[in-house]
């Protein structure tokens, strides 16, 4: 009989000393994080290189090939953003250079008004892998200890236009697009080592 309980003992404890294990080592296995800022310039060659393959594609829309027609461009996004400008020049010269397209003045006559919806300018940063909790032994209680981690950091354009004749006609709406240009990362805990590169 307290042979039969030692083991007992000894079997609940182990059990226990596993689970603790498993729970340590699957936390934080993943994490994501949006960000909105442009700080350095991986972010902004991110964020420009995925805006500029969304402006592209967006151009190359039957919907929007609109050869040599004179229109009204609108660019409209949930809040102010520091691209939007640049997102709206960037669009201009590619509808001149891919269909001659003219763009209109508010004040000037135009046949057709183009209207693009942004979902998404910005970067993400998502974290997967196994990781541990450095339990306060090293730079902060808070940090962790990656056994092997993807880190990845993307550029992400989001999208569609709207074109409306302004003469008569139906609208007609583009597809969805989505330009995502990767930056990712293999991290050990002794080595972290590039997947891709920006060109």
Known sequence: MVVTEKLNIKRCHRVGVACVLIVTVLTGCATRQVSDTLQGSTAQRLVTYSLEKFIVELADQPEVSLENESVHLGI?????????????????????????????????????????????????????????????FFASADSEIEILALDMFHGVTEGYAIVKPLTGGSMRRTKRILSRIRRDNVATPIIDFPVNQLD
């Open 76 to 136: 409209y996004f949930i809040e102010d953003h520091p691209m939007i400008e640049y997102a709206r020049q960037r669009l201009i010269a590619q509808l001149e250079l891919m269909h001659g397209i003219q763009i209109a003045a508010p004040h000037e006559p135009a046949k057709f008004q183009i209207d693009v919806y942004f979902h998404s300018i910005g970067t993400d940063l998502d974290n997967f892998g196994l990781t541990i909790p450095s339990l306060g």
